[in-house]
């Protein structure tokens, strides 16, 4: 008996689970349900499409309704949306291109419509030079919105992933761009010093950011808008990047379950409250590998293997789906930013007892020509040493760590593990102990109490508490008089020994440097001479300026 199976939404997950389901069955009847003009395009390419890394828009659309019956055998029914599920009857009402309805029955139905961009109920959001940016026709309309002469400048709200693609994709078709974001930082599921990273390299390619206010109104007439705080800025051109809600008022309606993220609730196997309807992509509602907790987590990558999860699934196999880290990786013009499983502030909401490990480090051998520093954080349990997540920002290399650290997650592993995982290592890739391995030793340092750190956020709050430790600062001369931190006392490392006496034993003592390995020599220093409290700030100065809120001053 022929399996019949509907798939409503074609894109990341709709259109895997389409040609997964044809390669596990010749004789399955696979249907797919699209609203849109398109099937199976690649979004995350809209904004290099704009910015002009890819020169072709048909290099986005990665098949056609045609294509996909001629080679998977699977029919694609364009601009036609899901009305609704009968769930009983087991079949979905489909209103076609020219508004007739017609019964399409299933046996298995995969739900995979995805998002929809948010656009806020502010004044002047429907005028014309007003956009998002979700669909190929999106795209279309926003690169010939450029075109214009008129189009002088564009601002994006909203720091996020598409806002920040974008920025880089204004401003190399020479629009004048500013970021507005409503949260304190960019990015922010970042910690505050990687996310400042991400704002110097935007501002460092000329476009302004604006943190801590929203926009309260568009002006079209003036091709200005309003912002929270008063001002208002020129804008040509409006991007709304604000996030996207799932799709989920069909399955709503149908009485599927919802959970406390706004996703489909779903099993092991993603399978709905419905045994019979499957779900995947940005409308699920999934377990975090880290935290054991459901959220959502819209990503194309994650979408992708539960597409193919959830066909075959629905064609009699029994594959499991674990869960997500949300590992991304960003393009910040030259620079990358990536990320995986929590951040600093993610981990110590949930309740762990966190540590936090930050290296700056070239990218491979400091010898070979063209390395490139890049900062490195990993977080961890301090009871178990467990990883919890990592965070990296850098011209090169960046990816490829930070996808070390997703795939030791993945399996559960400590900083022993990343200590001593034996990585590849040539003079132009990487350095003889990798940039993963330093990271982790500085972070065993630190729960063996060996080289016990504290974090750039630890010191702030306690110098506005009244417990301001001794600073003190180990770096050249030359670096101390270009900034510091104020109060800070400068003893060079290589000095340290023959000044000790200068040092008082009676207080805590924080030592920093450049970026944390000269404080370590400095710490041990101390310690071996009977100096108790003391800790190195984890990443040193570069770390403590991106952190931002000390009072810094210079010679």
Same mark, same amino acid.
């Given at each position: 008996?022929?399996?019949?199976?509907?798939?409503?939404?074609?894109?990341?997950?709709?259109?895997?689970?389409?040609?997964?389901a044809?390669?596990?069955?010749?004789?399955a009847e696979?249907?797919?349900?699209e609203?849109g @003009?398109?099937?199976?395009y690649?979004n995350?390419?809209?904004?290099?499409?704009?910015g002009g890394?890819?020169?072709?828009?048909?290099?986005?659309?990665?098949?056609?309704p045609?294509?996909?019956?001629?080679?998977?055998?699977?029919?694609?029914?364009?601009?036609?949306?899901?009305?609704?599920i009968d769930?009983?009857g087991?079949?979905v $009402?489909?209103?076609?291109p020219?508004?007739?309805?017609?019964?399409?029955?299933?046996d298995?139905?995969?739900?995979?419509q995805?998002?929809?961009?948010?656009?806020?109920?502010?004044?002047?959001a429907d005028?014309?030079?007003?956009?998002t940016?979700?669909?190929?026709?999106?795209?279309?309309?926003?690169?010939a919105?450029?075109?214009?002469?008129?189009?002088q400048?564009?601002?994006i709200v909203?720091?996020?992933?598409?806002?920040?693609?974008m920025?880089?994709?204004?401003?190399?078709?020479?629009?004048?761009?500013?970021i507005?974001e409503?949260?304190?930082?960019?990015?922010?599921?970042?910690?505050?010093?990687f996310s400042?990273?991400?704002?110097?390299?935007?501002?460092?390619?000329?476009?302004?950011?604006?943190?801590?206010?929203?926009?309260?109104?568009?002006?079209p007439?003036?091709?200005?808008?309003v912002l929270?705080?008063?001002?208002r800025?020129?804008?040509?051109?409006?991007l709304?990047?604000?996030?996207?809600?799932p799709?989920?008022a069909?399955?709503?309606?149908?009485?599927?379950?919802?959970?406390?993220?706004?996703?489909?609730?779903?099993?092991e196997?993603?399978?709905?409250?419905?045994?019979?309807?499957?779900?995947?992509?940005d409308?699920?509602e999934?377990?975090?590998?880290?935290?054991g907790?459901?959220?959502?987590?819209?990503?194309a990558?994650?979408? %992708?293997?539960?597409?193919?999860?959830?066909?075959?699934n629905?064609?009699?196999?029994?594959?499991p789906?674990?869960?997500?880290?949300?590992t991304?990786?960003v393009?910040?013009?030259d620079?990358?930013?990536a990320?995986?499983?929590?951040?600093?502030q993610?981990?110590r909401?949930?309740?762990f007892d966190?540590?936090?490990?930050?290296i700056?480090k070239?990218?491979?051998?400091s010898?070979?020509?063209?390395?490139?520093?890049?900062?490195?954080?990993?977080?961890y349990?301090?009871?178990?040493?467990r990883?919890?997540?990592?965070?990296?920002f850098g011209?090169?290399?960046?990816?490829?760590r930070?996808?070390?650290?997703?795939?030791?997650?993945?399996?559960g592993?400590? $900083?022993h593990?990343?200590?001593?995982i034996?990585l590849?290592?040539?003079?132009?890739?990487?350095?003889a %102990?990798?940039?993963?391995n330093?990271?982790?030793f500085?972070?065993? %340092?630190?729960?063996?109490?060996?080289?016990?750190l504290?974090?750039?956020?630890?010191?702030s709050?306690?110098?506005?508490?009244?417990?301001?430790?001794?600073? $003190?600062?180990?770096?050249?001369?030359?670096?101390?008089?270009?900034?510091?931190l104020?109060?800070?006392?400068n003893?060079?490392?290589d000095?340290l020994r023959?000044?000790?006496?200068?040092?008082?034993?009676?207080?805590?003592?924080?030592v920093?440097?450049?970026?944390?390995y000269r @404080?370590?020599l400095?710490l041990?220093?101390?310690k071996?001479?009977?100096?108790?409290?003391?800790?190195?700030?984890?990443?040193?100065y570069l770390? $403590?300026?991106?952190?931002?809120?000390?009072?810094?001053e210079?010679?």
């Amino acid at each position: 008996m022929k399996t019949r199976l509907v798939i409503i939404g074609s894109v990341a997950a709709g259109a895997t689970a389409a040609a997964r389901a044809r390669r596990i069955s010749e004789q399955a009847e696979i249907t797919v349900i699209e609203r849109g @003009a398109y099937v199976s395009y690649a979004n995350c390419g809209l904004p290099y499409y704009i910015g002009g890394d890819i020169e072709k828009r048909s290099s986005l659309l990665l098949q056609t309704p045609e294509g996909f019956d001629a080679r998977y055998g699977v029919r694609v029914l364009l601009q036609s949306a899901a009305v609704t599920i009968d769930r009983a009857g087991r079949r979905v $009402l489909v209103a076609g291109p020219s508004g007739e309805q017609t019964w399409l029955p299933y046996d298995k139905l995969i739900l995979a419509q995805g998002g929809s961009p948010v656009t806020p109920p502010i004044p002047g959001a429907d005028a014309p030079h007003v956009f998002t940016l979700w669909t190929v026709p999106d795209m279309d309309r926003l690169h010939a919105a450029i075109d214009e002469p008129r189009a002088q400048s564009a601002l994006i709200v909203g720091g996020g992933f598409i806002g920040v693609e974008m920025a880089e994709a204004f401003r190399k078709r020479g629009l004048a761009t500013t970021i507005v974001e409503q949260q304190p930082s960019l990015m922010f599921a970042l910690d505050r010093d990687f996310s400042s990273l991400v704002a110097r390299e935007l501002e460092r390619n000329e476009v302004r950011i604006i943190t801590g206010a929203s926009v309260q109104a568009i002006l079209p007439d003036e091709r200005r808008v309003v912002l929270s705080d008063g001002r208002r800025e020129p804008a040509d051109i409006v991007l709304f990047a604000v996030g996207a809600r799932p799709e989920v008022a069909l399955a709503k309606a149908a009485g599927l379950a919802i959970g406390p993220s706004g996703g489909l609730v779903v099993n092991e196997f993603l399978q709905s409250s419905d045994p019979d309807i499957y779900v995947a992509g940005d409308i699920i509602e999934t377990r975090h590998l880290v935290t054991g907790q459901g959220q959502r987590m819209p990503l194309a990558g994650p979408a %992708n293997r539960q597409g193919r999860i959830a066909a075959s699934n629905a064609l009699g196999m029994k594959l499991p789906y674990r869960g997500v880290l949300g590992t991304f990786a960003v393009k910040v013009f030259d620079a990358t930013v990536a990320m995986t499983g929590l951040s600093e502030q993610a981990a110590r909401k949930v309740g762990f007892d966190i540590g936090t490990a930050v290296i700056h480090k070239e990218h491979h051998a400091s010898y070979y020509p063209g390395a490139h520093e890049m900062t490195l954080k990993l977080v961890y349990d301090r009871k178990t040493a467990r990883l919890l997540g990592g965070q990296a920002f850098g011209r090169a290399g960046v990816e490829k760590r930070v996808d070390v650290l997703a795939a030791a997650l993945h399996a559960g592993q400590t $900083l022993h593990d990343l200590a001593e995982i034996d990585l590849s290592y040539a003079p132009p890739y990487s350095s003889a %102990n990798d940039p993963v391995n330093i990271a982790a030793f500085v972070g065993q %340092n630190d729960i063996s109490g060996f080289g016990a750190l504290t974090t750039a956020e630890q010191l702030s709050a306690s110098i506005a508490s009244g417990r301001k430790p001794f600073l $003190l600062d180990v770096r050249t001369l030359n670096e101390f008089e270009r900034g510091r931190l104020k109060g800070a006392v400068n003893i060079p490392v290589d000095q340290l020994r023959y000044a000790l006496e200068s040092i008082p034993r009676d207080v805590a003592i924080a030592v920093y440097c450049r970026g944390g390995y000269r @404080a370590h020599l400095a710490l041990r220093i101390l310690k071996e001479n009977g100096f108790a409290s003391v800790v190195n700030v984890t990443g040193g100065y570069l770390t $403590l300026d991106a952190f931002g809120g000390f009072e810094m001053e210079a010679s």
